[in-house]
């Protein structure tokens, strides 16, 4: 079958939610996946050994583009431990259960997780004070390790809250493994992320859509909360003149079956055309809003 596939082959077909207008088949070609799940790679800044047999829990729909890069090619790819939960709603014993390196969620997910710590730490308010305090420490330490302002002194403070508080924690909900943790498909607040990486979750906002195999922005090693990354390698990002994002790269999908008229008012030039409005931060951070 490899040598009888070509890498212009169509791989998949994944259709659009409907939320702009009758769904759309996406035709995904062969290079899409491959030149999406190496671009990734090169975003994780690990080794393919490293990477090799990471634990995943899958549990959203795969008619998804997210699921299908995370527990399918990731998994071809780097032969990542797929564990499969048939109801999101059972996610948190999969977790506690499988320990993952590498989750993708909602921010409906995230936040979930966010409210059954905080509930749990209510029954004993002196604790959660307590916790609340190390938490608001650990968020400035993390703003000052961003711009490369932290001193040895906030470092060692944070190492200290993580050894009594924050490790106890990404315990209790399954994620004392994770290597990587990624949101997307809506905004998460930016308090919540910076929660979770406050406690040593190393969660990212992810930018993209089925039309680009998945990602177009993601920095996950240098992520700014209230920010969706910057482009991934491989990938050119830009704000047109009326404030609509469009990328360019070789994750860019072959177009619509059988509309070629909606592919030509979405893909001009080389350009995809996302339909969302954005701004970019000086360091090309995106910042996406609206839709068009």
């Not at 995943?56 to 780097?78: D, N, W």
Request: charged share 20%.
């Amino acid at each position: 079958l490899a040598a009888d596939t070509s890498p212009d082959d169509l791989a998949t077909l994944i259709y659009t939610s409907g939320t702009t207008g009758p769904p759309k088949g996406v035709m995904l070609s062969q290079y899409n996946v491959v030149f999406t799940v190496e671009l990734l790679l090169e975003c994780f800044e690990r080794t393919r050994a490293e990477a090799l047999g990471w634990r995943v829990v899958s549990y959203l729909p795969m008619a998804h583009i997210a699921e299908r890069s995370t527990s399918h090619y990731g998994a071809l790819v780097f032969g990542y431990e797929v564990s499969c939960c048939p109801d999101p709603n059972q996610l948190m014993p999969y977790l506690k259960e499988v320990h993952p390196q590498l989750m993708f969620g909602v921010p409906r997910v995230y936040e979930k997780i966010y409210a059954g710590v905080i509930a749990a730490l209510a029954a004993a308010p002196e604790k959660q004070a307590s916790f609340n305090d190390g938490v608001a420490a650990a968020i400035q330490i993390n703003r000052a390790q961003r711009i490369g302002t932290a001193t040895q002194e906030q470092i060692d403070t944070l190492a200290f809250l993580d050894a009594v508080a924050f490790s106890a924690v990404r315990g209790l909900v399954g994620l004392d493994s994770i290597e990587m943790a990624i949101t997307g498909a809506a905004p998460l607040p930016a308090e919540i992320l910076e929660w979770f990486n406050a406690i040593g979750v190393p969660l990212s906002e992810i930018y993209g859509m089925s039309e680009s195999t998945g990602p177009i922005t993601w920095s996950p090693l240098r992520n700014k909360p209230g920010f969706v990354g910057q482009a991934i390698p491989g990938m050119e990002v830009a704000i047109a003149e009326d404030g609509e994002v469009v990328a360019r790269g070789g994750n860019v999908f072959q177009g619509y079956l059988k509309q070629p008229d909606k592919t030509a008012e979405t893909v001009i030039d080389g350009w995809l055309h996302t339909g969302d409005i954005g701004v970019t931060h000086d360091e090309g951070y995106l910042k996406s809003g609206a839709r068009k």
